[in-house]
């Protein structure tokens, strides 16, 4: 299998201190030892760190040990350095062992950088049936809670795992309604969760309620769910959270699929 590397950059804006200082080992500032958490898919993967001293963080990764082909920065609604840090790395192919390191500056100007990891993406996901996704796009006409306007409830069915929608502290009330824009025979559903690296935000089961009517589910999160396309046609899809870890709940991507 294809070997790939992946870096953590610091990054935020701020200059070190001193351009000549040491980069010290990261090891001495985690807290706990990094997890990567890879999303079914194969395509991306969530590194989850946290530091005992407040630090900004990005993850710059390539198919090269030189990198560069992409950068995902840390995820954290506050911005800026801080302690929990998670960053979104896309675009991987899936079945692949990827080595990864992590670094970055401290609130104080010091640099520091790990020792070099490994972690591998799950083989892709095997359709069934051929399938497009009808919820790319779709119209949000209600949703429970936004936190910000960087993370509306747009950047669920906009096709981009590095985007999210987070409610503003919803837990389990946590909902988002979406209209197709056409009745469509439904074959299959993904909610991909949010989370935070102290482990809330993550929404682990839901259900769906087509067009005000009958609901269905509840259904993990997390992998692609197949649905009976007999019973299961609708236009306007309400997603409502079932079981989370509390705290703002939302999706990174919500997909509907429907034969092609």
């Not at 395509?43 to 990198?67: I, K, N, P, Y």
């Not at 083989?123 to 051929?130: K, L």
């Amino acid at each position: 299998m294809p070997l790939a590397v992946v870096v953590l950059a610091g990054c935020g804006g701020a200059e070190p201190a001193s351009t000549g200082s040491a980069v010290l080992p990261a090891e001495q500032v985690f807290a706990e030892a990094p997890v990567v958490v890879p999303d079914p898919s194969g395509t991306s993967a969530t590194l989850q760190v946290t530091t005992e001293v407040d630090m900004a963080c990005a993850v710059v990764f390539g198919r090269e040990e030189s990198l560069g082909d992409g950068i995902a920065t840390d995820a954290d609604m506050g911005g800026g350095a801080h302690a929990e840090h998670q960053a979104v790395m896309r675009g991987l192919e899936p079945g692949t062992e990827y080595f990864y390191r992590v670094q970055g500056s401290g609130a104080d100007g010091r640099l520091y950088r790990s020792e070099l990891m490994t972690f591998r993406t799950p083989d892709a996901e095997v359709a069934e049936v051929p399938r497009e996704n009808a919820a790319l796009g779709a119209e949000v006409v209600d949703v429970s809670s936004e936190f910000s306007d960087a993370f509306a409830a747009g950047n669920a069915v906009d096709g981009d795992l590095g985007t999210e929608w987070s409610s503003d502290g919803d837990g389990d009330d946590a909902s988002i309604t979406l209209d197709l824009g056409r009745a469509v025979d439904v074959v299959g559903l993904t909610l991909r969760s949010r989370s935070m690296s102290d482990g809330t935000s993550v929404v682990e089961t839901f259900t769906v309620t087509v067009d005000d009517g009958q609901t269905y589910g509840p259904f993990e999160a997390g992998a692609a769910v197949v649905v009976d396309e007999a019973d299961f046609t609708g236009r306007v899809l309400r997603f409502d959270a079932e079981t989370t870890t509390g705290g703002n709940t939302g999706a990174a991507e919500i997909e509907v699929y429907e034969v092609s």
